[in-house]
């Protein structure tokens, strides 16, 4: 019986170390200027498979993403970032999709 419980619960330890697929990672999100940002960032990535949620600080200009790694990577996290019109980490924004913003989400002097 002893053995048992000692068999199940180090599978159950298995079990769940293998389920613990979700990973964090800050994005740079230089070119946002706003909470209407943040709400076109949210809508890019909530598409996307795999993700999980961004937690978006608008005076750090930094989010919090996390994500189900093996299923989705931080090179499609910045590009669909970038195709809404923000520039993420070292990815530059799209160019059309950031014509295409609010003017209150362009910086000043960009085009």
């Given at each position: 019986m002893k053995k048992?419980?000692?068999l199940i619960a180090a599978a159950a330890m298995i079990i769940s170390?293998?389920?613990?697929k979700n990973k964090t990672a800050?994005?740079?999100?230089s070119t946002m200027q706003c909470?209407?940002?943040s709400m076109n960032i949210e809508n890019a990535l909530s598409g996307l498979k795999g993700f999980v949620s961004i937690e978006i600080d608008d005076?750090?200009?930094v989010g919090k993403v996390v994500y189900e790694a093996g299923v989705l990577d931080m090179a499609a996290i910045e590009k669909a970032i970038a195709g809404a019109g923000y520039d993420a980490n070292d990815?530059?924004?799209?160019?059309?999709?950031?014509?295409?913003?609010?003017?209150?989400?362009k910086i000043p002097g960009k085009e």
């Open positions: 048992s419980l000692i170390a293998c389920g613990e800050d994005v740079a999100l909470g209407m940002c005076d750090k200009k990815t530059p924004a799209n160019k059309e999709a950031y014509a295409k913003l609010d003017m209150c989400c």
